[in-house]
């Protein structure tokens, strides 16, 4: 894969969310939208405005948002249901768990605002946690697209899913770097580069950065292969036991604390497949703090430079 | 118990009046008794579940299945069924006896309540039991779960009713009224909520844990049409049934004043009894007392 680095374009994953849902409810007349008082911040807005009778404002209440859903799935509907990551992912989750993910309905949660780069609100609205909570539940499918490209993917992709499924998105602009033809399957990771030294799997946010940490570090001499891993479950595990097999360490890469997300997921498959060594790049088990979106990212360690210091005191802790 | 020679089919015949036959009425009562018996057996072979609410609230599940609910033991999932929502699931011994009696999985596999592999598990659970639509057993996602499928259905047009029980204890959890709220904003018509008020909850009489009085008067402000009755009075049930279905424009709830424990006097109105099995000698109590309702009909 031919990627353009550095990108020229940024762009809203929620922007593509919206627009995508609005594609996906003109193909499907089943499909409806449920939101909880953010519709214009989470883009729901956009189908909303193109199918008022399909689109359903549940006010504060998200509780009520998720159980909602449910019945319309139930009954035949395939809801999308939005919010913040940490009021869906977070306030309702015993909703997801009873009413959603037991049953295995299929309830698209498509939440966006996570992790640090929600920037200035603060701790309480950087959702650092919400991989873990959805991928311990059965039946859930977890999804974090790379880009706006990916973003408009996953939703056709889920439109049609059996089971219940969960798209984390973020609120800042992010590159653009994946080609129009880009091919995405759930499930299915993607090498964007190849390399013989380290790989890096990512996934959201930090997959960008990873491309380009991975172009310092060729000039480094360490040639590093760079892997996004857009589904956490069910997790690409081929591809993670291949990279295990064919370079000398793992680095994950998310927005997300280090607990229960990419890390652990990528972790399990190395210790049942293919063991090698793992460095995690991710929140180190602690909340975030108020700044703008590119002060956090620094803060966390997520920009391309610390990516690429980081890799090559691993690489160089591999030994020869 | 032999078949009922009450007139069951899939689709009752809306009622004409909201007045019940004599007839009628000492059958269906004949009936409620012979399923509170496979109520308390349920829960003497399980040794454990919930006989409480399930004894509370079967006359008014009873009267909804057998002269309201238009739905098919033959084809479960008609889409243009009425459905039944269970919100609070422990008490779901209730609504398997009633589903065993319309023929949704045999009579036997009653005795296999809570038990490993069994259709009929401990809360209730879709996945499980044919003839149940939602999983319960975490309190207040209910009605939510109704007003979605009320809404879904209504969206397409078609003349489906979303009943919904809940527990009095329910209405302490927060998102029975984010629910509330949601259906009266959009107007949801073929909601019918019915709160078992039996004033009992684990620890103790509801109104001495948190009370939730006045329960009429807080749906009426929520801008639901309310009925409250004596939930186990068959005039009074068959009533408040007959008129829910013609609240236009508005969800209406019954609040159905119920004795817990209705039917067996050591569990009459004791909060002890809302979970927990009888020994064999109060086993054998119980049943006699049902039979001398059942055979005084």
């Given at each position: 894969m031919q990627l353009s680095i550095p990108s020229k374009e940024q762009a809203?994953?929620?922007?593509?969310?919206?627009?995508?849902?609005?594609?996906?409810?003109?193909?499907?007349?089943?499909?409806?939208?449920?939101?909880?008082?953010?519709?214009?911040?989470?883009?729901?807005?956009?189908?909303?405005?193109?199918?008022?009778?399909?689109?359903?404002?549940?006010?504060?209440?998200?509780?009520?948002?998720?159980?909602?859903?449910?019945?319309?799935?139930?009954?035949?509907?395939?809801?999308?249901?939005?919010?913040f990551a940490i009021f869906g992912a977070g306030k309702a989750w015993e909703m997801i768990r009873q009413s959603i993910a037991y049953s295995?309905?299929?309830?698209?949660?498509?939440?966006?605002?996570?992790?640090?780069?929600?920037?200035?609100?603060?701790?309480?609205?950087?959702?650092?946690?919400?991989?873990?909570?959805m991928r311990a539940l059965p039946n859930m499918t977890v999804i974090v697209p790379a880009d706006a490209v990916e973003t408009r993917k996953v939703i056709h992709a889920v439109v049609d899913l059996p089971g219940p499924a969960y798209v984390r998105l973020s609120r800042n602009k992010s590159p653009v770097f994946l080609p129009a033809d880009y091919d995405f399957h759930i499930g299915k990771?993607?090498?964007?580069?190849?390399?013989?030294?380290?790989?890096?799997?990512?996934?959201?946010?930090?997959?960008?950065?990873?491309?380009?940490?991975?172009?310092?570090?060729?000039?480094?001499?360490?040639?590093?292969?760079?892997?996004?891993?857009?589904?956490?479950?069910?997790?690409?595990?081929?591809?993670?036991?291949?990279?295990?097999?064919?370079?000398?360490?793992?680095?994950?890469?998310?927005?997300?604390?280090?607990?229960?997300?990419?890390?652990?997921?990528?972790?399990?498959?190395?210790?049942?497949?293919?063991?090698?060594?793992?460095?995690?790049?991710?929140?180190?088990?602690?909340?975030?703090?108020?700044?703008?979106?590119?002060?956090?990212?620094?803060?966390?360690?997520?920009?391309?430079?610390?990516?690429?210091?980081?890799?090559?005191?691993?690489?160089?802790?591999?030994?020869? | 118990m032999s078949a009922p020679s009450l007139s069951l089919s899939a689709v009752p015949t809306p009622p004409s009046s909201h007045r019940l036959s004599p007839q009628d009425l000492a059958l269906l009562k004949k009936t409620a008794y012979e399923l509170r018996k496979d109520v308390v057996t349920m829960v003497y072979r399980a040794k454990s579940g919930h006989p409480g609410g399930a004894l509370g609230h079967l006359d008014v599940l009873w009267v909804?299945?057998?002269k309201f609910m238009r739905h098919d033991p033959r084809n479960p999932k008609w889409p243009d069924r009425d459905r039944f929502v269970l919100s609070n699931g422990h008490t779901c011994p209730g609504i398997y006896s009633v589903l065993a009696h319309f023929g949704y999985f045999p009579r036997e596999d009653l005795w296999t309540f809570r038990k490993m592999g069994s259709h009929v598990q401990g809360h209730i659970s879709s996945k499980h039991t044919p003839g149940v639509e939602t999983d319960g057993g975490s309190l207040g996602m209910g009605l939510s779960q109704g007003k979605g499928i009320a809404m879904a259905t209504r969206l397409d047009g078609r003349p489906s009713r979303v009943y919904v029980l809940m527990s009095d204890g329910e209405q302490q959890e927060g998102?029975?009224?984010?629910?509330?709220?949601?259906?009266?904003?959009?107007?949801?018509?073929?909601?019918?909520?019915?709160?078992?008020?039996?004033r009992i909850q684990i620890d103790g009489p509801l109104p001495q844990i948190k009370d939730v009085a006045p329960l009429a008067a807080k749906y009426k402000a929520f801008g639901w049409e309310v009925f409250d009755i004596d939930?186990?009075?068959?005039?009074?049930?068959?009533?408040?049934?007959?008129?829910?279905?013609?609240?236009?424009?508005?969800?209406?709830?019954?609040?159905?004043?119920?004795?817990?424990?209705?039917?067996?006097?050591?569990?009459?109105?004791?909060?002890?009894?809302?979970?927990?099995?009888?020994?064999?000698?109060?086993?054998?109590?119980?049943?006699?007392?049902?039979?001398?309702?059942?055979?005084?009909?």
């Amino acid at each position: 894969m031919q990627l353009s680095i550095p990108s020229k374009e940024q762009a809203f994953t929620r922007d593509a969310y919206g627009d995508a849902l609005a594609e996906v409810g003109a193909l499907y007349k089943d499909v409806v939208a449920l939101d909880a008082d953010l519709s214009s911040s989470t883009k729901t807005a956009i189908f909303g405005k193109k199918f008022p009778e399909r689109f359903f404002n549940m006010g504060v209440s998200e509780a009520d948002l998720m159980s909602t859903a449910a019945g319309m799935a139930r009954s035949g509907k395939i809801p999308f249901a939005s919010t913040f990551a940490i009021f869906g992912a977070g306030k309702a989750w015993e909703m997801i768990r009873q009413s959603i993910a037991y049953s295995s309905l299929p309830v698209r949660i498509v939440l966006t605002h996570a992790g640090v780069t929600v920037g200035e609100d603060g701790a309480s609205h950087q959702m650092l946690e919400d991989l873990a909570l959805m991928r311990a539940l059965p039946n859930m499918t977890v999804i974090v697209p790379a880009d706006a490209v990916e973003t408009r993917k996953v939703i056709h992709a889920v439109v049609d899913l059996p089971g219940p499924a969960y798209v984390r998105l973020s609120r800042n602009k992010s590159p653009v770097f994946l080609p129009a033809d880009y091919d995405f399957h759930i499930g299915k990771a993607t090498v964007l580069r190849e390399g013989r030294d380290v790989s890096l799997i990512a996934c959201g946010q930090l997959v960008y950065p990873a491309l380009e940490a991975a172009e310092i570090l060729h000039s480094q001499g360490i040639q590093a292969r760079v892997v996004n891993m857009s589904t956490l479950k069910p997790i690409d595990a081929d591809t993670i036991a291949t990279c295990a097999r064919e370079t000398r360490g793992i680095v994950t890469l998310e927005e997300h604390n280090v607990i229960g997300g990419l890390a652990e997921a990528v972790s399990r498959v190395l210790a049942a497949r293919q063991p090698a060594r793992l460095h995690p790049i991710a929140v180190q088990d602690r909340f975030g703090l108020s700044g703008t979106a590119e002060e956090l990212l620094a803060f966390f360690g997520f920009t391309k430079e610390k990516i690429a210091e980081q890799t090559r005191a691993f690489v160089a802790s591999l030994g020869a | 118990m032999s078949a009922p020679s009450l007139s069951l089919s899939a689709v009752p015949t809306p009622p004409s009046s909201h007045r019940l036959s004599p007839q009628d009425l000492a059958l269906l009562k004949k009936t409620a008794y012979e399923l509170r018996k496979d109520v308390v057996t349920m829960v003497y072979r399980a040794k454990s579940g919930h006989p409480g609410g399930a004894l509370g609230h079967l006359d008014v599940l009873w009267v909804l299945f057998a002269k309201f609910m238009r739905h098919d033991p033959r084809n479960p999932k008609w889409p243009d069924r009425d459905r039944f929502v269970l919100s609070n699931g422990h008490t779901c011994p209730g609504i398997y006896s009633v589903l065993a009696h319309f023929g949704y999985f045999p009579r036997e596999d009653l005795w296999t309540f809570r038990k490993m592999g069994s259709h009929v598990q401990g809360h209730i659970s879709s996945k499980h039991t044919p003839g149940v639509e939602t999983d319960g057993g975490s309190l207040g996602m209910g009605l939510s779960q109704g007003k979605g499928i009320a809404m879904a259905t209504r969206l397409d047009g078609r003349p489906s009713r979303v009943y919904v029980l809940m527990s009095d204890g329910e209405q302490q959890e927060g998102q029975t009224w984010e629910a509330a709220m949601g259906a009266a904003h959009y107007k949801v018509d073929n909601l019918c909520g019915i709160v078992d008020y039996n004033r009992i909850q684990i620890d103790g009489p509801l109104p001495q844990i948190k009370d939730v009085a006045p329960l009429a008067a807080k749906y009426k402000a929520f801008g639901w049409e309310v009925f409250d009755i004596d939930g186990h009075d068959y005039e009074q049930i068959y009533d408040a049934l007959s008129r829910c279905g013609e609240v236009r424009g508005r969800p209406s709830v019954i609040i159905s004043n119920n004795i817990p424990g209705k039917g067996v006097s050591y569990m009459e109105n004791t909060y002890k009894w809302h979970h927990g099995s009888p020994t064999p000698e109060q086993y054998e109590q119980a049943m006699k007392e049902l039979d001398a309702v059942i055979h005084s009909l």
